[in-house]
């Protein structure tokens, strides 16, 4: 069974005299330097000065500075920038600055797993991924309550890694909830793998090809799309809070009786050997190759004309108008 910890098992003493720089400033970056900084840690903000955050991170009341600086000055490096680039600020920036006995910190295991990044044997290498998006992780900090999260030690050079990575989720929130121990293999082998066969690009085929179906079939396309995309939410919300079976239990019986019986000859053995399939691309560094090679040479462009493809799909021309008529007051493309 995994190893958990909670929030009366974990001090703050240990890191309370440390300096955390966070590197970066966006969805996560904003969420922990916040969360830490009201926990009573000291926390600077490392950001490139013409970059978008600079400003936001001063209004904010952080103390800011160009990211070299912030790595000098350092003892927890904690590096919440995409995976993307934090190979060339990591040399660029902040290996120059690295010293024995400091500790890079993460949210994500890819940079260090795939040796995107290759730290010097006398520094601690540490994680702590919050399960939820930043915005979210900064919400339930301020409710009093915390986001689970996924923490990992890959290189404990000091012997105290465990107390800074602990203290650090902590302080962010996380304890509140609970820590799961993981390794930076696991943590990004798993999080690819959801994101690709469920969470994100499995779900959205998913809905596309329902939606498509049905309009096929001569069915009005703002009927298809309540019933494909829309109400998708409100499984997921009842699978989250109650479970699979909770989900089940909390369906009309006609609804339950079809899901049961219906599901697994959508997405039955055919679906989970293509699965098997993604996973070895990843386990095996494929997908990171490719993805590393891509992003090199196409930038945003890796992934924008697949989005262009999407946006003139009928399901968004359907979709952008509904979306207005369901929250007419917000500003929803």
């Keep these: 069974m995994a190893k958990i910890w909670y929030d009366s098992e974990v001090s703050l003493e240990p890191i309370k005299d440390k300096l955390i720089a966070v590197i970066g400033y966006g969805i996560q970056g904003r969420a922990q330097a916040l969360n830490m900084k009201d926990s009573g840690l000291r926390v600077i903000v490392g950001l490139r000065r013409e970059g978008k955050s600079w400003d936001l991170a001063v209004k904010d009341g952080n103390e800011v500075m160009e990211i070299d600086e912030a790595t000098k000055r350092a003892d927890i490096i904690h590096i919440l920038i995409p995976?993307?680039?934090?190979?060339k600020i990591y040399k660029e920036f902040i290996e120059p600055h690295l010293k024995e006995n400091k500790a890079l910190g993460f949210s994500h295991g890819a940079s260090i797993h795939w040796k995107w990044i290759v730290p010097p044997k006398n520094v601690d290498v540490i994680m702590v991924a919050p399960k939820a998006p930043?915005?979210?992780?900064?919400?339930v900090y301020l409710e009093g309550s915390?986001?689970?999260?996924?923490?990992?030690?890959y290189q404990n050079y000091t012997g105290k890694a465990w107390e800074k990575i602990l203290g650090m989720a902590k302080a962010i929130g996380c304890t509140r909830a609970g820590v799961?121990?993981?390794?930076?293999?696991?943590?990004?082998?798993?999080?690819?793998?959801?994101?690709?066969?469920?969470?994100?690009?499995?779900?959205?085929?998913?809905?596309?090809?329902?939606?498509?179906?049905?309009?096929?079939?001569?069915?009005?396309?703002e009927v298809a799309y309540f019933e494909c995309l829309h109400e998708l939410k409100l499984i997921v919300d009842l699978i989250q809070r109650y479970g699979?079976?909770?989900?089940?239990r909390r369906v009309s019986e006609t609804?339950?009786?079809g899901g049961l019986t219906r599901g697994k000859r959508i997405i039955g053995e055919e679906a989970k050997e293509k699965m098997k399939e993604v996973l070895k691309e990843i386990r095996s560094g494929k997908f990171a190759e490719e993805w590393l090679k891509v992003y090199e040479k196409e930038g945003q462009e890796a992934f924008n004309k697949y989005l262009r493809e999407i946006d003139e799909h009928l399901i968004e021309e359907v979709g952008r108008k509904l979306r207005k008529m369901?929250?007419?007051k917000e500003k929803i493309t």
């Design 244 to 248: 699979i079976p909770g989900m089940y």
């Design 83 to 87: 995976d993307m680039v934090q190979a």
């Design 146 to 153: 915390g986001t689970p999260a996924l923490v990992a030690v």
């Design 255 to 257: 609804a339950r009786y």
């Design 326 to 328: 369901i929250w007419p």
């Design 134 to 139: 930043g915005q979210r992780v900064r919400e």
């Design 180 to 221: 799961i121990e993981t390794t930076f293999k696991e943590e990004v082998e798993t999080d690819w793998f959801g994101e690709q066969v469920d969470l994100v690009g499995g779900v959205d085929r998913m809905i596309r090809n329902a939606f498509e179906t049905l309009v096929e079939a001569g069915y009005q396309p």
